[in-house]
């Protein structure tokens, strides 16, 4: 699904590698069981919500679980960037 796919606006670099997008489209082979694993890691991170798949955090946790990059890497994502991954995330879960 190319709407998975985000394009940065400008390349980001992450532990020396230069990013232009990121592929979230592994989200739609996600199990029950990974967003279970996703709530304990955002729970025991010290965040709490009501809904966990209505925050920043937890999106990107998933979005972790869907690309293969570590969480820092979309914690370290320009703020604008990191809103759009967690958009599509949620955007994702709530469909």
Partial sequence: MSDLIITFKKPYKFEGEEYKKVDLSGIENLSTRDLVEADKQFN????????????????????????????????????????????????FLNA
């Fill in 44 to 91: 025991t991170s010290g965040q709490m919500a009501i809904m966990n798949e209505m925050t920043t955090g937890y999106s990107l946790i998933i979005a972790s679980k869907a690309s293969g990059h570590p969480v820092e890497f979309f914690e370290q994502l320009p703020a604008g960037e990191g809103l759009k991954v967690k958009n599509r995330v949620m955007g």
